[in-house]
């Protein structure tokens, strides 16, 4: 006989989500460029909604059905709310999306270098995960289609993808929809679509809209500057969104949380103030770190992948430890299958340069 509580078979054996590092030794303040945060931070306007709402009311349940919020999105993308779920970050839209559409002996398909919370949701529903190869760093149809088993329910895809910073042209992406048989589940993870300048790309608004087994999911952790809050949200056919309000918590997102979100929608100038800031510096930043004789993955979003030279001392682990020892922390991406490389966020005009001096110190570059 058992004599503590056992979890079920399966989920010891999951390995935790580790998130970017946020100290360094010494207690000095870091250039925190590890989380993919935006320098700009949140919209005025998002930080009086968010205090507004704190100061009162706070011995109330918030509105479980976030009515004000999905009405914001609603009107900036000119979506029916009522095909939009929010949840505390689209981590939690994910989340219930596997446990309303996977189980034991189902399968959940994403590719080698996606989200490695794919993974964590995947086990998590009692199911099997399913990895598909990437090309070049890059999500490749063929290849997600040739690991499609009659046991294939869902498939995420991050697009642009996290830590690569590569994507797919919505042409691809409609052909993956296309060849997917009808009853698997499409998660297109649009986390870092705000930043994407390219005209082939699109987030998947039009392919949620025109059928009924896509799923788009937002965050507002990004380019939206409130990763404090935890906002996500996703949008659906109606027939899944009927299937994740049932299982998600009936208040999962806090009155100043619904409140902030509502607000920063609605300042879609501090929205494009921080995409002319990616923009600026985006391309910048690839640019300096080339100089520097390191391989950058061509990125779209609002962060770069570094590639180091496997030599001892001169390797991705080695760098780590030198910018760390200056306060600067980037992120270690050995967990995404990425040993030699390491994921950084496009800061401010100051932290952009502060960290090109390092990694140039680092290889020797300058003095």
Not at 201 to 223: C, H, P, Q, W
Not at 259 to 267: L, Q, S, T
Not at 303 to 328: N, S
Not at 330 to 350: D, F, H, K
């Amino acid at each position: 006989m058992a004599l503590s509580p056992t979890p079920r078979p399966g989920v010891l054996d999951i390995d935790a989500y580790v998130p970017g590092a946020s100290q360094v030794p010494g207690g000095l303040k870091p250039i925190k460029l590890s989380s993919n945060e935006t320098p700009l931070g949140p919209s005025p306007q998002a930080m009086d909604a968010f205090t507004a709402a704190g100061a009162k009311g706070l011995e109330r349940y918030p509105d479980g059905e976030a009515v004000a919020l999905r009405e914001a999105i609603g009107r900036r993308f000119g979506l029916a709310p009522e095909r939009i779920v929010c949840g505390a970050g689209s981590d939690e839209l994910i989340s219930l999306i596997a446990h309303a559409y996977l189980g034991p002996g189902d399968e959940g398909l994403f590719t080698e270098h996606g989200f490695l919370l794919y993974r964590i949701v995947v086990l998590a529903a009692g199911a099997t995960p399913v990895v598909a190869p990437e090309i070049n760093l890059k999500a490749d149809v063929d290849a997600l289609l040739a690991k499609v088993t009659p046991r294939t329910k869902v498939v995420f895809l991050a697009n642009p993808n996290n830590p690569t910073g590569t994507y797919l042209g919505i042409d691809e992406v409609r052909r993956l929809r296309a060849a997917l048989p009808g009853n698997v589940l499409l998660v297109l993870d649009a986390a870092y679509a705000e930043y994407v300048r390219r005209n082939d790309y699109e987030a998947g608004l039009e392919l949620v809209a025109t059928t009924d087994n896509t799923v788009m999911t937002r965050t507002f952790s990004k380019i939206f500057g409130l990763a404090g809050l935890r906002i996500g949200w996703a949008y659906c056919p109606p027939a899944v969104a009927n299937a994740l309000n049932r299982i998600r918590g009936p208040f999962n997102l806090s009155s100043p949380a619904i409140a902030a979100g509502a607000a920063a929608m609605a300042d879609w100038a501090h929205i494009e103030a921080a995409m002319r800031h990616n923009d600026e510096w985006l391309p910048w930043v690839t640019a300096e770190i080339e100089k520097l004789g390191l391989t950058v993955t061509p990125s779209v979003a609002n962060f770069v992948l570094i590639h180091f030279p496997t030599e001892p001392g001169k390797d991705a682990a080695a760098c780590d430890a030198f910018l760390k020892e200056r306060a600067i922390i980037l992120r270690r991406v050995a967990g995404y299958g990425l040993p030699g490389a390491l994921r950084l966020t496009i800061g401010s005009e100051a932290d952009n340069r502060k960290v090109i001096d390092a990694l140039a110190a680092f290889v020797g570059a300058r003095s």
